[in-house]
């Protein structure tokens, strides 16, 4: 599976963006499906994830709230809705996949990988 994130930008504080990750290759209900994040000087943080068929979803705590993860296995297609923006959530967002469906917080699990988008929150 080759994923593809998009929809990075620059939003002011309380803005929203949404962030789409497209799947190719193997069709994206063959996967998980979770968002990272990754800040200068900081490792890569768990965003959120979803499971196959969307039915159970998962939150890092400090987007609880204010994001939430979504997906369309007919479009092949998974989205992070971000609402409330703070200047901290400014980082690289990356979707990535799990062929087991595997939906925790642990990067490593994660067997594909998208090249991020980058998204820029101004005070």
């Known amino acids: 599976v080759q994923l593809q994130a998009s929809g990075g930008g620059l939003v002011q504080a309380g803005g929203s963006l949404r962030l789409s990750c497209v799947a190719s290759?193997?069709?994206?209900?063959?996967?998980?499906v979770a968002w990272f994040r990754q800040r200068p000087g900081k490792n890569r943080e768990f965003v959120a994830s979803?499971?196959?068929?969307?039915?159970?979803?998962k939150y890092g705590d400090s987007v609880k709230g204010r994001f939430t993860v979504s997906r369309d296995n007919a479009k092949n297609m998974a989205w992070l809705q971000m609402n409330n923006l703070r200047p901290e959530d400014t980082a690289i967002y990356y979707c990535?996949?799990?062929?087991?469906?595997?939906?925790?917080?642990?990067?490593?699990?994660?067997?594909?990988w998208g090249q991020g988008t980058q998204v820029t929150v101004s005070s």
């Open positions: 990535a996949g799990d062929r087991t469906n595997y939906y925790g917080d642990y990067a490593p699990e994660y067997d594909y």
């Open positions: 290759g193997d069709p994206l209900s063959s996967i998980s």
């Open positions: 979803i499971r196959w068929y969307g039915s159970v979803t």
